[in-house]
């Protein structure tokens, strides 16, 4: 099984940005999707946004488009995630995934592993 590991998370004050990336080990990267998630306290783990495996394709939650971006970069074996305008709402672990067979969506319950997450704090 392979390892995922983010990174980029923080601090940040309203209207600001960030930039998550996920590095991937272990595994063939460019044979996989990958997805960005997020789970804020107290509630459930939430979707934001998935790739194909060659980076062309994307699905992003309606509620996230215009915000946040998904990429990747299949020589660094990292996906990223750019999030801009962040609202304190924003604050939750960001968590990144990984789907055997490269299409462009997949759900939480479909992922084949994943990172332990980084905090991203939005203050208002």
């Known amino acids: 099984q392979g390892q995922l590991e983010e990174s980029g998370g923080g601090l940040v004050q309203a209207g600001g940005s960030l930039r998550l990336s996920c590095a991937g080990s272990?595994?063939?990267?460019?044979?996989?999707?990958m997805g960005w998630f997020r789970q804020a306290p107290g509630k459930e783990r939430e979707f934001i946004a998935t790739?194909?495996?060659?980076?062309?394709?994307?699905f992003t939650a309606d509620s996230m488009k215009g915000r946040f971006t998904i990429s990747r970069d299949n020589d660094k074996n990292t996906a990223y995630l750019q999030m801009n305008d962040l609202k304190p709402e924003d604050t939750a672990v960001y968590y990144c995934?990984?789907?055997?067979?490269?299409?462009?969506?997949?759900?939480?319950?479909?992922?084949?592993?994943w990172g332990r997450g980084t905090q991203v704090t939005v203050s208002s």
């Open positions: 272990g595994f063939i990267f460019s044979g996989y999707s």
């Open positions: 995934a990984a789907k055997s067979g490269g299409r462009h969506y997949f759900g939480e319950y479909e992922a084949d592993f």
């Open positions: 790739i194909n495996w060659t980076g062309d394709r994307q």
